[in-house]
T-cell receptor
Framework: DAKTTQPTSMDCAEGRAANLPCNHS???????VYWYRQIHSQGPQYIIH???NNETNEMASLIITEDRKSSTLILPHATLRDTAVYYC?????????????FGTGTRLQVTL | NAGVTQTPKFRILKIGQSMTLQCTQD?????MYWYRQDPGMGLKLIYY???????DKGEVPNGYNVSRSTTEDFPLRLELAAPSQTSVYFC????????????FGPGTRLTVL
C-alpha cells in the first residue's frame, strides 16, 4: 500500500472550513484514499473514501487531485467536536480483509 | 445495534500474568480485527479474522493469540504479559465486501507493571 504524508497538526476556528491535506505521491491506479478520525482516544471512526472522483457525504468532502498524488479532506463548518486526529490511509480495495495502516495522522484543534 | 463492544475498559496486570480481552459485534460482520495503539502513535494490526475458524497474523502478533469460534466474538489472549504490551487495544469489524469501512470498539486500556 502507498505511503501517506500528513502535517502533524493544524488549527481551525469554529465555523470555518477545515482543510486537511494528505500527500500520497506513490499511489497506484487501483488504490483508494480513506479517511478516519480518532476523537480523544476513542476508537477510530470512518469518514469517507474515494478513488479519483471527488466525494461528499454528511460528514465531509474529499477532493482528490487529477494526478491522484494528493488529496484534501474538507470539514465545511468545523465545530469543537471535530477536534481529533485525522488519518489518511491509502490501500487497495480488494474485497478481502483490509489491513489498514494507520500513521500518526494530523491532530486538528478547533478553537473558539 | 450496540456495534462493537469491548471488555474490560481498563486493566492492570502484573508481569507474567495472562488475560483475555473480549470483543463482540452484533452487525453480523465476517471480518474482525485487533489493533494496539501505543501513546502518540498510530494503530498497529495484531491479528485479524475473515470468518469463524479463520484467523491470521497482522503486523505485531508476538505475545498474543486469538480464536474465532463464532461470527460475533473475537477474543484476544495475552500470555505472560510484559511491560511492552502496555497499550490501548481496539477491536474492529467490517463487511466482507471490501469497502474497508471498519467499525471500532471503544478500546481496552491495559497497563502491565
Amino acid at each position: 500500500d502507498a505511503k501517506t504524508t500528513q502535517p502533524t497538526s493544524m488549527d481551525c476556528a469554529e465555523g470555518r472550513a477545515a482543510n486537511l491535506p494528505c500527500n500520497h505521491s506513490t499511489i497506484s491506479g487501483n488504490e483508494y484514499v480513506y479517511w478516519y478520525r480518532q476523537i480523544h482516544s476513542q476508537g477510530p471512526q470512518y469518514i469517507i473514501h474515494g478513488l479519483k472522483n471527488n466525494e461528499t457525504n454528511e460528514m465531509a468532502s474529499l477532493i482528490i487531485t487529477e494526478d491522484r498524488k494528493s488529496s484534501t479532506l474538507i470539514l465545511p463548518h468545523a465545530t469543537l467536536r471535530d477536534t481529533a486526529v485525522y488519518y489518511c490511509i491509502v490501500r487497495v480495495k480488494t474485497g478481502t480483509a483490509s489491513k489498514l495502516t494507520f500513521g500518526t495522522g494530523t491532530r486538528l484543534q478547533v478553537t473558539l | 445495534n450496540a456495534g462493537v463492544t469491548q471488555t474490560p475498559k481498563f486493566r492492570i496486570l502484573k508481569i507474567g500474568q495472562s488475560m483475555t480481552l473480549q470483543c463482540t459485534q452484533d452487525m453480523n460482520h465476517n471480518y474482525m480485527y485487533w489493533y494496539r495503539q501505543d501513546p502518540g502513535m498510530g494503530l498497529k494490526l495484531i491479528y485479524y479474522s475473515v470468518g469463524a475458524g479463520i484467523t491470521d497474523k497482522g503486523e505485531v502478533p508476538n505475545g498474543y493469540n486469538v480464536s474465532r469460534s463464532t461470527t460475533e466474538d473475537f477474543p484476544l489472549r495475552l500470555e505472560l504479559a510484559a511491560p511492552s504490551q502496555t497499550s490501548v487495544y481496539f477491536c474492529a469489524s467490517s463487511y466482507p465486501t471490501g469497502t474497508d469501512t471498519q467499525y471500532f470498539g471503544p478500546g481496552t486500556r491495559l497497563t502491565v507493571l
